[in-house]
């Protein structure tokens, strides 16, 4: 990221959000993206053909015989039981991205932040990522011959105006008075 496009105010934030940023980053064919998750827990998963994440929660058998300490059963026996999906936390199909076949980072399950995550694009077109742990969190890649052209510092403007977009977004949120006795989920 090339920080003297940054204002002194993103840089002092840092803002990680559930985001990719930037969301778009145009590259050659045969480079490497270095995906970095930061310290929240995010996943980058290049689906394949599919075109869709994996789900971070899956179901299981119905619940039974579940009862509360007066021996009543609860209102959920016969419900089917909600498990963590265990494919989200294991890297799938290694380093290299040809739209073919998924590629996915798994959950880093480690202490601090996650390692970089590198992939690199070995055929031309425009692929998509996503988290399997944030819903609608998603971004592109835009793999071009060698012989087009990158504009130069197109990349870094993307970012920069992504970031000043979203840190405007988040101090009008911040303005916003929640009513006493009320719980915000956002918007």
Same mark, same amino acid.
């Given at each position: 990221?090339?920080?003297?496009?940054?204002?002194?105010?993103?840089?002092?934030?840092?803002? +990680?959000?559930?985001?990719?940023?930037?969301?778009?980053?145009?590259?050659?064919?045969?480079?490497?993206?270095?995906?970095?998750?930061?310290?929240?827990?995010?996943?980058?998963?290049?689906?394949?053909?599919?075109?869709?994440?994996?789900?971070?929660?899956?179901?299981? #058998?119905?619940?039974?015989?579940?009862?509360?300490?007066?021996?009543?059963?609860?209102?959920?026996?016969?419900?089917?039981?909600?498990?963590?999906?265990?494919?989200?936390?294991?890297?799938?199909?290694?380093?290299?991205?040809?739209?073919?076949?998924?590629? +996915?980072? #798994?959950?880093?399950? #480690?202490?601090?932040?996650?390692?970089?995550?590198?992939?690199?694009?070995?055929?031309?077109?425009?692929?998509?990522?996503?988290?399997?742990?944030?819903?609608?969190?998603?971004?592109?890649?835009?793999?071009?011959?060698?012989?087009?052209?990158?504009?130069?510092?197109?990349?870094?403007?993307?970012?920069? +105006?992504?970031?000043?977009?979203?840190?405007?977004?988040?101090?009008?949120?911040?303005?916003?008075?929640?009513?006493?006795?009320?719980?915000?989920?956002?918007?």
């Amino acid at each position: 990221m090339a920080k003297k496009l940054l204002p002194k105010a993103v840089l002092a934030v840092n803002p +990680d959000v559930n985001a990719f940023f930037p969301q778009t980053v145009t590259i050659h064919v045969g480079d490497t993206v270095n995906f970095i998750r930061g310290m929240m827990p995010h996943t980058i998963d290049l689906p394949g053909p599919s075109g869709q994440d994996l789900p971070f929660l899956v179901t299981g #058998g119905p619940i039974s015989g579940v009862k509360d300490p007066n021996g009543n059963p609860f209102w959920f026996n016969g419900l089917p039981t909600v498990l963590l999906n265990s494919a989200v936390l294991t890297p799938i199909g290694g380093h290299t991205y040809s739209g073919s076949a998924r590629v +996915d980072s #798994g959950f880093y399950e #480690g202490r601090g932040g996650a390692p970089v995550f590198p992939v690199k694009f070995t055929k031309v077109g425009t692929f998509h990522y996503l988290c399997d742990v944030h819903y609608n969190m998603v971004g592109t890649v835009v793999v071009r011959a060698k012989s087009q052209p990158i504009p130069a510092g197109k990349n870094s403007r993307a970012l920069n +105006d992504q970031l000043l977009n979203d840190i405007a977004v988040a101090k009008q949120v911040y303005k916003e008075k929640v009513p006493p006795d009320t719980v915000s989920v956002g918007k």
